[in-house]
């Protein structure tokens, strides 16, 4: 059986760098820190009290008030993300066949807000009974972002949401290139959304001491590959991809942005939450997004990292890179955008992938910020070109994004230049 190409036809973005595409992108070439102080609640007792917020969100303006109220936080984001990309790609228009058009659309936590206030407020009011929103369920669970999207357009293919923790968006978009590939749709909208910037949220993370608490200095505690690195920055915000079978997208005159050309996925199979110290799950699943691709190491002109500012990740993710592409890995462009939007947990791999399309289709790496003189880790070889600070232009022909997630899921996908 021949596989299909599959094409990149529309984005769509909501993050803490911007409410859109053009301007999240924009804010990452210039190095912009969307951190700031915790506004969605008081955090008066809480070690960490800024996060990678998404900013001047008026739900009124993309919903009305009934709609609303059906939507936990991160589905209103993946909902606007998805229109973004949609129209972007002009998929919602006469002659889609919709029954091959499919939404996987992922989150790792999903409606932890609604879970919070809902559970919350039994709890303060015990007299009442268990009188919960009969939406409590529809709202909190992480496949209905995929669920609403669906429809909202009438798209009836495939349609559901991974769960792999900060992998879960890198998952869906490979199952959604497999989808494509293999002939079972015409077109997905993929991507993932995320919205943990909560009581339980921030607590939760707080205990596992995994965020930074550079209180005094928001805007420089992401700085992935820094001795000085304490934890990640937690962020919030939705990205939506559409993929598309080449010959579909060409006969409609679509777009193209780029290709995606391979997936890979692994287990670290080591420990819960940390990454093996020397990146054996790392290293299996970029050989594996390779081997899928069928590309040479030496192809391969940038890697968004998986990048958090955590202690251990960080090292270990430098060390696979290494190990997988030798002599080659200084000569490629390495940059975390982590150290800007944040950790975007489910929705990470969803905005990274995006900033590769845009990387080779732009000719330009995106910056990992905050890295200052001297700080600087032993364990970190800096021969390795991290593009720290400021964004690099180069030629782009193919780029990798590495997400890996809490049970030691590792997922890749690599996109190229398009060349018909």
């Not at 529809?138 to 559901?160: E, L, Q, T, V």
């Not at 997004?289 to 192809?299: G, M, R, T, V």
């Not at 500012?309 to 200084?330: C, L, M, N, R």
């Not at 070109?385 to 030691?408: D, H, I, M, Y």
Request: glycine share 10%; hydrophobic share 40%.
């Amino acid at each position: 059986m021949e596989l299909k190409r599959v094409v990149v036809t529309g984005l769509g973005a909501i993050t803490p760098l911007g409410n859109d595409v053009k301007t999240t992108w924009e804010s990452l070439i210039k190095g912009v820190s969307g951190a700031g102080p915790i506004t969605l609640f008081d955090t008066e007792k809480f070690k960490t009290k800024f996060a990678c917020e998404v900013k001047e969100f008026n739900v009124n303006e993309h919903f009305d008030r009934k709609e609303a109220r059906k939507l936990d936080r991160y589905a209103q984001f993946a909902v606007v993300a998805a229109k973004e990309a949609i129209i972007d790609a002009n998929l919602d228009s006469e002659g889609i066949d919709k029954d091959r058009v499919g939404v996987i659309f992922s989150s790792g936590i999903g409606g932890i807000d609604t879970f919070d206030q809902e559970v919350g407020y039994f709890f303060q009011h015990p007299e009442m009974g268990p009188k919960f929103n009969p939406f409590f369920i529809p709202k909190m669970i992480g496949d209905i972002a995929a669920g609403h999207i669906s429809i909202i357009y009438g798209f009836r293919g495939p349609n559901f949401g991974t769960v792999s923790a900060c992998a879960s968006s890198t998952n869906g978009a490979v199952s959604a290139f497999d989808h494509i590939r293999l002939g079972k749709a015409d077109a997905i909208v993929t991507g993932g959304a995320e919205a943990a910037i909560t009581v339980s949220g921030v607590g939760g993370f707080n205990s596992m001491n995994a965020l930074s608490t550079r209180n005094d200095s928001p805007q420089t505690a992401s700085r992935p590959f820094s001795a000085s690195r304490d934890g990640f920055v937690i962020g919030e915000g939705a990205v939506s991809l559409v993929f598309e079978e080449l010959e579909h997208a060409l006969a409609r005159g679509a777009k193209i942005y780029g290709e995606v050309i391979g997936g890979g996925a692994s287990g670290d199979a080591y420990h819960l939450t940390a990454s093996h110290p020397e990146g054996l799950g790392a290293i299996l699943v970029m050989k594996n997004a390779l081997a899928d691709a069928n590309i040479s190491p030496e192809e391969i002109d940038y890697i968004n990292v998986h990048g958090t500012s955590t202690p251990v990740g960080d090292p270990s993710e430098a060390k696979a890179i290494k190990k997988v592409f030798g002599e080659s890995a200084y000569k490629m462009n390495i940059s975390s955008t982590k150290s800007m939007t944040g950790h975007m947990l489910g929705a990470a791999g969803a905005i990274e992938a995006m900033v590769c399309i845009l990387a080779v289709q732009n000719d330009i790496v995106p910056p990992t910020i905050n890295h200052e003189p001297g700080d600087d880790d032993p364990d970190i070889d800096y021969r390795l070109n991290f593009t720290f600070n400021k964004a690099q232009k180069r030629e782009v022909r193919a780029a990798l994004s590495n997400t890996f997630g809490f049970g030691g899921h590792n997922a890749c996908i690599i996109v190229k230049k398009f060349i018909k």
